[in-house]
């Protein structure tokens, strides 16, 4: 199992970021898949899941009406759109697919937000 997560960086507060997940070694289509974040000093907190067929979603509370996940079971890819992006979201994102009990994770992607 691999996941590659991408597309985090440095943005100011209100601006926006996609990250992706590239998913490899499984049959990406039947496993529900998440985003995670992880501030420094503050345990790793749900952001996002998505079904296995992308048809329901649920989000963190503190990031429902400013992100949408979505994924593409053709391109084993799930992403994550964030917008009005605030200091509060800086943390690593990670991507993560869920096996039973247990789940995989990526390596995580830096997103901050600072002016």
């Known amino acids: 199992v691999r996941l590659v997560e991408s597309g985090g960086g440095l943005v100011q507060p209100g601006g926006s970021l996609r990250l992706s997940c590239a998913a490899s070694?499984?049959?990406?289509?039947?496993?529900?898949m998440s985003w995670y974040r992880q501030a420094p000093g503050k345990e790793r907190e749900l952001v996002a899941v998505?079904?296995?067929?992308?048809?329901?979603?649920d989000y963190a509370d503190s990031m429902k009406g400013r992100s949408t996940i979505s994924r593409d079971n053709a391109k084993n890819t799930v992403d994550l759109q964030m917008n009005s992006l605030k200091p509060e979201d800086t943390a690593v994102y990670y991507c993560?697919?869920?096996?039973?009990?247990?789940?995989?994770w990526g390596q995580g992607t830096q997103v901050t937000v600072s002016s």
């Open positions: 993560s697919a869920k096996f039973g009990l247990t789940n995989a």
């Open positions: 070694g499984f049959t990406f289509s039947r496993y529900l």
């Open positions: 998505i079904s296995s067929t992308g048809g329901t979603t």
